[in-house]
């Protein structure tokens, strides 16, 4: 996949057909999207093109409210690279940008420069200044400008529809378990391990203390996790929180790594959320601690035992 990440670099290309989101989450509803865009390209003899902006418009527009995203930006695009798409045209979404009208958008950007020959959209996408590029709008300058438009209607799993909103609350709520469904993957995120209070190893449980620019973090708790550390994939359990037994205040991920010896100080790991054990509370001393990880690390060992991760390479290798 050739990403291109300046308004001035993008050209011309080959019979394109166009999808334009936000995409965060890459979830099962932008999975279909995809599918459509590649299936539509290869009719034509053409190129799959995913537009996307950085930074997530609702992150520029000051009426806005404040959102954190599923996936960082380097996820996104590994993600998308991975569903088969050919283009990833990244533009920098600015104030300036922002005051583009969406038939601007559309025949400067899309018709001019790109070449656009096919727009696939989701049922409920809008763009351009105060979202007027509507699916009526774009079926008008399909039919001036050329391009057909193709509309993805609402995908769910019976239950709920696939937005990255749901995703979204799912996460925010602890339904680590239930957003494999509509994620189409377990949820997961990337850090560093750094230096934290050194409680765990005297408590009999050391702990790594992973810092990480994920902005979504599930709710404060214990959870059955899988860790990667380089090529190996250990059990574990994570607690999220601020560590109320010893009155901390700032909200820290340690992960007791199952079967792991070793100084993973400075090293970058991946953890991946498989259930939600509990919430986090404030124990009456160091020794009913101790007990309750002991039983928690129990409960996560017998999760654990047979469960296994869903991963973007698999569950996107099968499209």
């Given at each position: 996949?050739?990403?291109?990440?300046?308004?001035?670099?993008?050209?011309?290309?080959?019979?394109p057909v166009v999808t334009i989101g936000n995409f965060d989450g890459v979830h099962m509803g932008h999975r279909q999207i995809f599918r459509m865009l590649k299936e539509a390209a290869a009719e034509i003899g053409?190129?799959?093109?995913?537009?996307?902006?950085?930074?997530?418009?609702?992150?520029?527009?000051?009426?806005?409210?404040?959102?954190?995203?599923?996936?960082?930006?380097?996820?996104?695009?590994?993600?998308?690279?991975?569903?088969?798409?050919?283009?990833?045209?990244?533009?920098?979404?600015?104030?300036?940008?922002?005051?583009?009208?969406?038939?601007?958008?559309?025949?400067?950007?899309?018709?001019?420069?790109?070449?656009?020959?096919?727009?696939?959209?989701?049922?409920?996408?809008?763009?351009?200044?105060?979202?007027?590029?509507?699916?009526?709008?774009?079926?008008?300058?399909?039919?001036?400008?050329?391009?057909?438009?193709?509309?993805?209607?609402?995908?769910?799993?019976?239950?709920?529809?696939?937005?990255?909103?749901?995703?979204?609350?799912?996460?925010?709520?602890?339904?680590?378990?239930?957003?494999?469904?509509?994620?189409?993957?377990h949820f997961s995120l990337e850090g560093k391990v750094v230096h934290g209070h050194h409680r765990g190893k005297?408590?009999?449980?050391?702990?790594?203390?992973?810092?990480?620019?994920?902005?979504?973090?599930?709710?404060?708790?214990?959870?059955?996790?899988?860790?990667?550390?380089?090529?190996?994939?250990?059990?574990?359990?994570?607690?999220?929180?601020?560590?109320?037994?010893?009155?901390?205040?700032?909200?820290?991920?340690?992960?007791?790594?199952?079967?792991?010896?070793?100084?993973?100080?400075?090293?970058?790991?991946?953890?991946?959320?498989?259930?939600?054990?509990?919430?986090?509370?404030?124990?009456?001393?160091?020794?009913?601690?101790?007990?309750?990880?002991?039983?928690?690390?129990?409960?996560?060992?017998?999760?654990?035992?047979?469960?296994?991760?869903?991963?973007?390479?698999?569950?996107?290798?099968?499209?």
């Open positions: 996949m050739e990403i291109i990440r300046k308004l001035s670099d993008i050209r011309k290309l080959e019979n053409g190129v799959s093109v995913v537009i996307t902006f950085d930074p997530h418009p609702l992150k520029v527009l000051r009426s806005a409210k404040k959102l954190r995203l599923i996936n960082t930006p380097e996820e996104k695009e590994q993600l998308i690279e991975a569903s088969g798409i050919d283009y990833l045209i990244v533009i920098p979404f600015t104030d300036e940008f922002a005051a583009l009208t969406a038939t601007e958008f559309v025949r400067d950007i899309l018709v001019e420069i790109v070449g656009i020959k096919k727009l696939v959209i989701g049922y409920d996408y809008a763009f351009g200044r105060n979202r007027e590029g509507n699916i009526g709008l774009l079926r008008l300058l399909g039919d001036e400008y050329g391009f057909s438009v193709d509309v993805l209607e609402p995908i769910w799993d019976g239950k709920t529809i696939f937005s990255s909103t749901n995703i979204r609350k799912m996460i925010v709520d602890g339904k680590i378990r239930e957003v494999v469904a509509s994620l189409g993957r005297v408590l009999g449980f050391p702990t790594a203390n992973v810092e990480t620019d994920k902005e979504l973090i599930p709710k404060n708790g214990v959870y059955a996790v899988k860790v990667r550390i380089a090529q190996e994939l250990y059990d574990g359990a994570c607690n999220i929180g601020p560590n109320p037994t010893f009155g901390d205040e700032a909200i820290a991920i340690e992960v007791f790594i199952f079967e792991f010896a070793g100084d993973l100080y400075g090293e970058e790991l991946r953890v991946y959320f498989i259930d939600r054990i509990r919430d986090e509370r404030k124990f009456p001393d160091a020794a009913a601690l101790q007990m309750a990880i002991a039983s928690d690390v129990a409960k996560c060992r017998e999760i654990l035992r047979d469960a296994s991760i869903i991963e973007y390479h698999e569950y996107l290798g099968k499209d």
